[in-house]
C-alpha cells in the first residue's frame, strides 16, 4: 500500500491543473474532502457488510480492488492539500487587498498549527478509542477477538467525521474566479501606485 503514496503524488498534480479549469476550487476542495472520506473507508466497510471475505479467503481481484481504492484515497489527500495551500494563498491576497498588509506567512502558519494540532488530537481520539473497544496492545496475528476486530473496524469510521466537519467549512470559501480577477486587480493598482509614490 505505500507505493501508492508515490504514484498518487506523480499523477494527482496534473488532473488537478486540468480539473481547475473546469471547476472553482471549492467544489474540488468539497469533493476531494468527500472522496477522502469514502474510498480508505470502503474496504472496511465492505468487510464489516459481510460483502467482502475474510483476509485469509481474499482473492487476487479482491486485492487488487483494495489497492485501487487506497490509491483513490491518497490520490483525495494529495488533492484536498494542494488545493487548501491554493485556496489559503487565494484568502491571504483578499486579505492584504482589504488591509494593505502582506501577511501570507501568518497564514500558512496558522495553517500547519491547526495541522498540527488535529494530528495530535486524532492520536488521543484513537487511543482513547482503542482502551473503549479493549483492544490489548501486545495482540498477536489471530489472537483479537472477533468482536473486538469488528469494533475496531467501526472505529476507523469516526475519522470520516473530521472530513465532513471540512466540509462544512470548505462551503464557506467564496473565492470564485470573478472575485480573484477582482482582487488581483485591486493589488495590481495599490501595487502601480505603492511604485509611484516610492522615493527616487
Not at 498534480?13 to 476542495?29: D, G, N
Not at 481474499?58 to 494542494?82: E, K, P, T, W
Not at 464557506?172 to 493589488?187: H, S, T
Request: a neutral charge; proline letters at 4%.
Amino acid at each position: 500500500f505505500t507505493a501508492m503514496t508515490p504514484i498518487a503524488a506523480i499523477l494527482t498534480p496534473p488532473l488537478i491543473v486540468r480539473l481547475a479549469q473546469r471547476f472553482e476550487k471549492r467544489t474540488l476542495v468539497i469533493g476531494a474532502a468527500l472522496n477522502y472520506c469514502v474510498w480508505p473507508i470502503l474496504g472496511v466497510t465492505l468487510r464489516l457488510t459481510n460483502a467482502l471475505p475474510d483476509f485469509d479467503q481474499i482473492s487476487i481481484g479482491v486485492l487488487v480492488l483494495l489497492y485501487f481504492l487506497y490509491l483513490l484515497g491518497v490520490s483525495s489527500l494529495v488533492a484536498h492539500n494542494i488545493l487548501v495551500m491554493i485556496m489559503l494563498a487565494d484568502v491571504s491576497e483578499e486579505h492584504e487587498a482589504n488591509t494593505g498588509q502582506r501577511t501570507a506567512g501568518i497564514f500558512y502558519s496558522a495553517r500547519t498549527l491547526i495541522g498540527k494540532s488535529a494530528s495530535a488530537l486524532g492520536h488521543i481520539v484513537g487511543g482513547v478509542g482503542l482502551d473503549l473497544i479493549g483492544m490489548d496492545p501486545n495482540a498477536t496475528y489471530g489472537s483479537v477477538p472477533a468482536d473486538t476486530v469488528r469494533r475496531l473496524g467501526f472505529l476507523s469510521l469516526v475519522g470520516s467525521l473530521g472530513g465532513l466537519l471540512a466540509c462544512v467549512a470548505y462551503s464557506f470559501y467564496r473565492l470564485d474566479r470573478v472575485r480573484q480577477a477582482e482582487i488581483a486587480e485591486k493589488l495590481l493598482a495599490a501595487r502601480a501606485e505603492a511604485k509611484l509614490h516610492e522615493p527616487l
